[in-house]
């Protein structure tokens, strides 16, 4: 910390939170490195300590393989469209951004830092809003979007030129220079310490998707609206009628790159970016509310978490919702604290806010109780607290923040619900069926729906008891157990509230409200996690950024009391804490670039880590004889992006199709009682959709039957059924792939619904009993 914001120190306290600090480290970082990881149970952290050495020199200097696939630097211009067309995107959509700073009149009430993350937040959500304009009007053209956004990169080129001439902003010095370099040795050593991380995350962004969910909708989706050249409701994928924010800057990647499946790796480096704006995002929040020391910190707490890196490498929502959640409470707290001369540049503030909120949530449904429901909460506060000080403008002074907020939230997230309301009938499809109703859904849809995604209710019926021991088990899931946890944030987060009380810096006061505030909101984000979702792991992400603040503000007081300490003992504690911290930052980076965080062929020739990243079911299906317009129905199988053959699918909580064009009319009859239709019938659909071959993915089948339910009428008999009526003629083993499994081998609760619900699967008895994954059948009109 530099000897200017080094105010006085009291040695007593510095030595009892100096020696406390320690302590709870070194308790923490215990418990922390000798949990067993959940994903990976074979290991413990401990374990992986012992391969930290080894894993770090093979990122650099890896020992040659002859049966590794062909990997290595002279790869890397593969990528060069990729990181050109996702510049292009993040220049373009940045310089949008702040033109509409300027146009709501925010961009003169922020720092620098602040407004250029602030524009890129902006804009992104903003080229998100064009992409989806465009897709309903059915204008997803190359040419289009890159007058969009080659436009807003002149536009702002010429106003900063014109503030150019006006006032140089910079003085003379770059503005790497003025917020990174100005800390002695720690903003050069911030910037040494995360670049591995950045760079593990653009090369781990720039490899094909291997990721269920991605690969079911995030992506999937975004294709086929790129295939469609327009959007549209997709009635057999559920999932692509949620708010789609970070998918349509991987649509508008498809139709800039002009290609699906390159577009979707570009989209891949746009969602990266979320990770290095949002730790751009917390250092300038810490340099205005703690110090610049404190900002430093934060991004590096961040960006070292393997978390983060883990969501950057894959194309969920939560790096996006991470992002405007932090950016919704960073603007919320902007408009409450910062002194403006006019009342109506507040209300730019109360806007932006809004428009921040409403961002969050057009990335993901649950952003309206974690992120737009809060910060609703604070406007109305802000609104009650200033009504209180204005006599005879009390109303005005009460509804303003929230009515300007609430603008701003429309304006974001009302596209997707007016989408929702045209195409469905519900704005918020598929949620709240009972309230709103939705096209191509039903009450046993929803019954599905609302059994794999509802909160656990039934610990809440269990007890007090019960739900502290839930409630304590929960937290340490997210605090400790975590696979991708880092000890740096829980272990320096509680810390936070002894910022200050040390060294006493100006507006230490003030400060301490902020880590107030902002460790309320972390216990809310955890709270509605754990008792108003289904409590997957990555849900609570989002909140990463809020705690990563705590804990720059917790290491800070650390070096704060270092500090006040006399020399030698100073020196000592410094260097403990430092060899704590370096400890750490070196296991994230071994945990990083391991196979424990993801798909990490970070230099491996595209085309081989495309054949890696296919399933070998789609693998197969690729492989196909199909003619122009042939289609093959697939059951059970929906992560179906790398499908270069058109398929016709559905997801496990959408209608299925099988049971739609196979079994008799009338949904009062339960699907396993369910009749099949007459083989001719059946035919007639078949070829009047062209479907040439049936696909049936038992295992996926069978998966879904031991967790979210499959419908009944799917059952090995319907398929004996049909071959003896002639309908469907079984493919012996396509593309030379091996189709069955020891029986043996499945996991226990797949062996017991097979012995109780699918005995026909299994071929043989005893030891060699065998259940086949798949099974491919080709439609007899297509045969004869």
Known sequence: MPSADRPKHSSRPAAILAAGGLLWLLLFGTAFYAARL???????????????????????????????????????????????????????????????????????????????????????????????????????????FALVLSGSIVGEAVMLWRDHSSQCESKGNSLLQQRFLTEGTLGPTAILVVTPFVLAMLLGAMLPSTDFDVKEYHIEGP?????????????????????????????????????????????????????????????????????????????????????????????????????????????????????????????????????????????????VLT???????????????????????????????????????????????????????????????????????????????????????????????????????????????????????????????????????????????????LALYAAWLFLTWWGATHRIDRFWVPMLPIVALLGSAGLAALVDAAVALPVRLSQVVRSLLGLFILA?????????????????????????????????SIAMLNALPLEEGEHVLLVGEAQVFDARVPVIYNTVFDRSIFEEWFGEDGEDVPSAERPLRPADEILGTLREHEVKYVFVNWDEVLRYRTTYGYTDFVHPQRIIDLQRQGVLRAVQDPAGMWMGVPLEQMSESKRRELEVWGPELIAGEGPGARVPLYQLFEVAAAAE
């Open 371 to 517: 992120v737009v429901i809060p910060m609703g909460v604070v406007m109305l506060w802000l609104g009650w607290r200033r009504s209180a000080s204005e006599t005879g403008r009390a109303v005005r002074g009460l509804l303003s923040p929230a009515v300007l907020y609430s603008v701003g939230v429309f304006i974001a997230f009302g596209p997707w619900l007016l989408k929702n309301l045209a195409e469905t009938g519900n704005p918020v499809y598929p949620l709240l069926y009972s309230v709103f109703g939705g096209a191509d859904w039903n009450a046993e849809l929803n019954a599905k729906w609302a059994a794999g995604h509802s909160a656990p209710w039934h610990v809440f019926a269990a007890g007090p008891v019960a739900i502290v021991k839930d409630l304590w088990g929960r937290l340490l899931d997210v605090v400790i157990w975590s696979d991708w946890q880092s000890v740096l944030l829980f272990g320096l987060a509680p810390l936070a509230f002894w910022y200050g009380r040390v060294s006493h810096p100006p507006g230490a006061e003030r400060s301490r409200r902020v880590l107030l505030g």
């Open 38 to 144: 959940p994903n990976n149970p074979d290991f413990t952290r401990l374990d992986v300590w012992g391969a930290v050495p080894e894993l770090l020199l093979d990122n650099i200097a890896p020992l040659p393989d002859e049966n590794a696939p062909p990997s290595g630097w002279q790869y890397f211009p593969q990528r060069l469209d990729l990181m050109l067309v996702a510049g292009a995107i993040l220049l373009g959509a940045t310089a949008l951004g702040h033109l509409l700073l300027r146009l709501i009149g925010a961009a003169r009430l922020l720092r620098p830092l602040e407004r250029f993350v602030l524009a890129a937040a902006l804009g992104l959500s903003a080229w998100s809003l064009v992409t989806l304009l465009s897709g309903l009007a059915g204008l997803l053209g190359q040419g289009w």
């Open 584 to 616: 750490s930052v070196a296991f994230n980076l071994a945990f990083v670039t391991s196979p424990l965080s993801g798909y990490n062929a970070y230099l491996i020739d595209q085309d081989v880590a495309r054949q890696q990243a296919t399933t070998p």
């Open 223 to 367: 294709k086929e609206h790129f295939l469609a050249g327009r959007i549209s409701f997709l009635p057999h994928n559920v999932y692509t009628s949620f708010p789609f924010l970070t998918e349509m800057l991987t649509l508008s990647s498809m139709v800039l790159r002009g290609d699906w499946d390159r577009g979707a790796q570009v989209g891949k480096v746009v969602l990266m970016a979320f990770a290095p704006l949002t730790g751009l995002g917390v250092y300038a929040a810490g340099c205005r509310w703690l110090s610049r020391t404190a900002g430093l910190f934060a991004a590096v707490l961040l960006l070292t978490t393997p978390w983060v890196y883990r969501i950057s490498i894959i194309a969920y929502a939560e790096g996006g919702l991470a992002f405007y959640l932090f950016a919704s409470w960073w603007t919320t707290c902007l408009a409450s604290t910062v002194d403006v001369a006019e009342e109506r540049d507040r209300w730019r503030l109360y806007l932006l806010a809004g428009l921040m909120a409403g961002s969050a949530a057009a990335c993901k449904y649950p952003a």
